[in-house]
């Protein structure tokens, strides 16, 4: 067993100075790190025992479990699991010593697991079937979800983006936006705060829009192919959702890309007030609806169309 020799370990620690264990219950307090631990896969007593290791390796397993105040069988098992998810390395001896492999080797041995973790998952789930038709409207309740499903959203696009963007939005998702425009996606964005983003068509509305004192956060709008949409407003301070809706119904989809289309083009046209305004409007003039036609009007008209309800009858 790999702590057959506890018994000796543990009168060798019986010896310790109770000053340096007290010491270090003290410092335990200050456990900060066992929350992201736990976030990466460790249990409680995992963390706290690599924890403890960091500071003091080489250890016995007899002397960690009196330092963090578990019982050692508890402490024992955590050892074990530990060195299999290569946290610690274990002296071959009759000690058993332990030793807390570095904090940075550890993370980068994680995030290298995690990514293969991730390919794997991505082609199992590649393998599942499409998801079939939902025309319902979900709520995004963090300021992750409605980032992360609005860089997705973009990877997704296969015709034009339109999307109204106040700066703080706008720069989270400057860097997806431009790798959008990159694979040959129109992308058109009403913006406010001066933002020039490579291969985006932006539009502004004079040098301070009234919208940034007036309105009650930071706003996103963002529609793809008329085919799914995501409307957001987060917290000035990017910190919480006040309000986010996500949706692949096709109908509101395009009720929104016009609903974007036409606040792009109204703010290009303000904007060139004094200039010629068949410039702005030459260029934005295909991005309505019914001009651009992108996917998701050919999916609602062939959906409601007469032959498409008499084969949905049928069937």
Known sequence: MLFSHCSLDGQISRGLDNGLLVAYATNMNNNDYIQPLQALGFTEIESL???????????????????????????????????????????????????????????????????????????????????????????????????????????????????????????????????????GVQVFCKVYGGERIPGVNVQQLGDHDPSLDRWPGQQLSIVIDSEEHLLALLAKDLESVHEAVWSTGTFLSCMHHNHVASEIRMTALHAAVGEQLDSPEQSLSQITLLTFQPTGLTTLVQRYSPNSRNEDNQS
């Open 49 to 183: 025992v690599y924890g403890f290791l960091v500071e003091n390796s080489p250890a016995t397993g007899y002397r960690i479990s009196h330092a963090i105040g578990k019982q050692p069988p508890n402490t024992y098992k955590a050892i074990t699991s530990l060195e299999s998810k290569g946290a610690i390395i274990v002296e071959v001896g009759e000690k058993k010593l332990c030793r807390a492999v570095p904090p940075t080797e550890l993370l980068d041995t994680l995030e290298g697991r995690f990514r293969q973790h991730r390919q794997e998952a991505a082609r199992s789930l590649e393998t599942l079937s499409r998801r079939s038709r939902d025309d319902r409207i979900y709520h995004l309740k963090t300021v992750d979800q409605v980032i992360q499903r609005s860089k997705a959203m973009l990877d997704r696009a296969q015709g034009i983006v339109l999307c109204d963007l106040f700066p703080g939005t706008c720069a989270l998702l400057a860097e997806a936006l431009e790798q959008t425009a990159a694979r």
